[in-house]
Structures are given as C-alpha cells and as structure tokens.
C-alpha cells in the first residue's frame, strides 16, 4: 500500500485545517490507518487512528476535542479535520498503515506516507 497526505499549510491560532491521506496499491481491509506529527527536533508523535472496517475513532489526548478522524472507504482516504490549532501543532503530519487497531507506536505501522507540514502561528 502507498499513501500520500496532503493539505498542510500555514494558518492562524484557533483556525483549521484538513489533512487527507490517499491510500493506493493493496489495502487490507482490517488495518488501521494513523496520523502521526512530528515537531522540529522530537519525536514522532501519535495523534489519531481510524480502521478501515467499522469506524472506531480513537485519539491521543493532545487530539481529543479538537481533532477529528474520518474516513471515505470508496475514496480510500483518511481525513484528519483539525480545529482550534495551537502554536504547538506545528509539524510535519504524516500518515501511515498498520494491522493493529489501538495502536499508538510508529513501529506499529509499516507504511508511511511523505508528510505534509503544518505550521500555526500564535
């Protein structure tokens, strides 16, 4: 499976922004994709999952309240609809794929798209 994210950008604090992840090639229709961000200078961070199959949505606490996972099974994209954005939101988002539901680690997800940049500016 390939996966591409799109829809970083520049915005204000307290505005939003909508990242999509395009997914191509074989999809398992039991895995789970993830949106992870990852600041200049620390580590790749969880933010929110979705599965495939069902919906069960489920968020870092950082996300919960504000962001919002969803998913287009027939377009085979993965949404992230982000509200209220910090200052501290700012990183690169990437999305990813991997077989375990609930998972929060990045070495629980083999497939990783390129990463799109969000920047929000207090």
């Known amino acids: 499976v390939q996966l591409q994210a799109f829809g970083g950008g520049w915005v204000q604090a307290g505005g939003s922004l909508r990242l999509a992840c395009v997914t191509s090639g074989r999809v398992i229709t039991s895995s789970t994709v993830g949106w992870f961000r990852q600041a200049a200078g620390k580590e790749r961070d969880f933010v929110a999952g979705?599965?495939?199959?069902?919906?069960?949505?489920y968020y870092a606490d950082s996300a919960k309240g504000r962001f919002t996972i969803a998913k287009d099974n027939a377009k085979r994209t993965v949404y992230l609809q982000m509200s209220s954005l910090k200052p501290e939101d700012t990183a690169v988002y990437y999305c990813?794929?991997?077989?375990?539901?609930?998972?929060?680690?990045?070495?629980?997800?083999?497939?990783w798209g390129q990463g799109t940049q969000v920047t929000v500016s207090s």
């Open positions: 990813a794929t991997g077989p375990t539901w609930g998972g929060r680690k990045h070495s629980q997800f083999g497939s």
């Open positions: 979705i599965r495939w199959t069902g919906n069960s949505p």
